[in-house]
């Protein structure tokens, strides 16, 4: 069966760096790319990019270009995104969810359990 | 960028009754490119609906949506004590390649 396992919780102070990986397993992971989202506390979801685990290409949402870099390991069949300069809005639950194609829809079918990453000094 | 909106913000309802969300598109959007999910607190979002109407596996036909262009619904047609969560529309573009969401519809118990 098809699961996402992410890494545990952060606590990173302004300005620092975080990266949170995401584990696959049950399907091919070069076959499907792989979106991050997020979402802070009490709020909506938001979307912050893909990677592409086949050929590493990735797509970030324009929000975050410059400060989010989306990688992967394919011989562990884990995604990783890292973001910096971390803020005290970044403070969010994290999540790897994979994309993938339902007639001619692209939806995203899979979420991994979310990382709660907190920012504070 | 398409922005998507949500409303009504909040619907209270009691179980057995039909919920009608609403989600609105900033400029016209393929159907294709249109899903919504149910996120319940604590988890992580599930895929109801792909493509403005198919229902995803395993989702109960209670659960219907339709729509087109800027204008999409996802109705519940008898609320079971199950179906009260936050329910996002979602879309993607080709240009720029974007993913965004709405901002969530809290269906609760009245």
């Known amino acids: 069966q098809v699961q996402l396992v992410q890494s545990g919780a952060e606590v990173k102070k302004p300005g620092a760096s975080v990266k949170v990986s995401c584990k696959a397993s049950g399907y091919t992971f070069t076959g499907y790319y792989m979106h991050w989202v997020r979402q802070a506390p009490g709020q909506g979801l938001e979307w912050m990019g893909w990677i592409n685990p086949n050929s590493g290409g990735t797509n970030y949402a324009q929000k975050f270009q410059g400060r989010v870099t989306m990688t992967r390991d394919?011989?562990?069949?884990?995604a990783y995104m890292e973001l910096?300069?971390?803020?005290s809005d970044d403070t969010a639950v994290y999540y790897c969810a994979?994309?993938?194609e339902l007639d001619t829809a692209m939806v995203l079918d899979y979420w991994g359990q979310g990382t709660l990453v907190t920012v504070s000094s | 960028e398409i922005v998507l909106t949500q409303s009504?913000?909040?619907?209270?309802?009691?179980?057995?009754?039909?919920?009608t969300l609403s989600c609105r598109a900033s400029?016209?959007?393929?159907?294709?490119y249109l899903a919504w999910y149910q996120q319940k607190p604590g988890q992580a979002p599930?895929?109801?609906?792909?493509?403005?109407?198919?229902?995803?596996?395993?989702?109960?036909?209670?659960?219907?949506?339709?729509?087109?262009?800027t204008d999409f619904t996802l109705t519940i047609s008898r609320l079971e004590p199950e179906d009260f969560a936050v329910y996002y529309c979602q879309q993607y573009g080709s240009s720029p390649p974007a993913w965004?969401?709405?901002?969530?519809?809290?269906?609760?118990?009245?």
């Open chain 1, 74 to 78: 394919t011989s562990i069949s884990t």
């Open chain 1, 98 to 100: 994979r994309e993938i």
């Open chain 2, 100 to 110: 965004t969401f709405g901002q969530g519809t809290k269906v609760e118990i009245k």
């Open chain 2, 27 to 32: 400029q016209s959007v393929s159907s294709s």
């Open chain 2, 8 to 19: 009504p913000g909040t619907l209270s309802l009691s179980p057995g009754e039909r919920a």
């Open chain 2, 46 to 69: 599930r895929l109801l609906i792909y493509g403005a109407s198919s229902r995803a596996t395993g989702i109960p036909d209670r659960f219907s949506g339709s729509g087109s262009g």
């Open chain 1, 84 to 87: 910096s300069r971390l803020r």
